[in-house]
Every structure is written in C-alpha cells, then in structure tokens.
C-alpha cells in the first residue's frame, strides 16, 4: 500500500491549545500530527456543514408546507362552518314547543348519519378540502 505524500507545515498554537492537543494525542495513543490532520481535514471539508444546512433545509421546506396545508384546510372549515351556520340561522323558522323534542330526536339521529359519513369519507382518504381546491386554477391536485 503506497503511503500519501506528505507536506511539512509549520505553525504556531496558543498554549493552551497545544497543551489540549498533547493531552488529546496521549489519550487517543496517536500522534498530534494525525489529530491535527483530522481537525483540518473536517473543518476545510465542505461536506460537514453543507450536508446538516441541507438537512435542515430539508425538513424547514417540511414543516412550512405541513403548516401552510393545516392553514389552508383550517381556512376551508372555517369557511364553511360559516357559511352553514348563517343559512342555517337565516332560513330555518322557529319551532313550537310542541315539535321541540321530535325535532331534537330527529336530530341526533341526522346527526349519526352524518358523523357516519364523515368516517367513511376519511377512511377513504376522501376530504372536503380536497373537494373544495381539486377545481381551483393554479393548485395541484393531492397527488401530483
């Protein structure tokens, strides 16, 4: 096995970096020269912090369209909770005391139906936001 070609290099420590380098090679049983090596050859690869900055860069890129998603699906219920909320008030009259407990009972029972449904469509991985943006110019459909 051919050894590298190696340079001499000469340069000056503080003290107490040099005491901390001998007590690091006596420890280790290398010589200060492969410690110094190994310093210098990670602190001047561009490897080591460019791979972490990607990383992170990476998982930032995640977490905001994660957040920017929540966003946009917590505008969409928003929305919609609204809007039924005010047809509901705007066009449903009153009751007579009469009819209050039928209509309760009959309501709790759409009520069922409903959260039913809503189970079944998320268990097909089916959602309203999904419903609401699949047709609206310039957003990509889910998948894509």
């Known amino acids: 096995m051919k050894r590298p070609i190696r340079v001499k290099q000469t340069f000056r420590l503080q003290v ?3 005491r ?15 410690v110094v090596e190994a310093a210098l050859a ?3 690869s561009p490897d080591g912090a460019d791979r972490l900055e990607a990383a992170l860069s990476r998982r930032l890129d995640l977490l905001t369209r994660q957040s920017e998603r929540t966003e946009r699906h917590v505008t969409i219920g928003n929305e919609t909770l609204a809007l039924f909320v005010r047809f509901w ?9 009469s009819a209050q407990a039928t209509a309760q009972a009959k309501g709790r029972e759409r009520f069922e139906a409903f959260v039913d449904a809503v189970g079944r469509r998320l268990g097909k991985g089916r959602t309203f936001a999904d419903e ?3 047709d609206l110019p310039g957003v990509p459909p889910k998948d894509a």
């Open 16 to 18: 107490e970096i040099g």
């Open 20 to 34: 901390d380098l001998a007590d690091y090679a006596r420890r280790k049983r290398v010589s200060q020269a492969s």
């Open 42 to 44: 990670s602190f001047l």
């Open 89 to 97: 008030l705007t066009s449903t009259p009153p009751l007579p005391d």
């Open 132 to 134: 609401v943006t699949r």
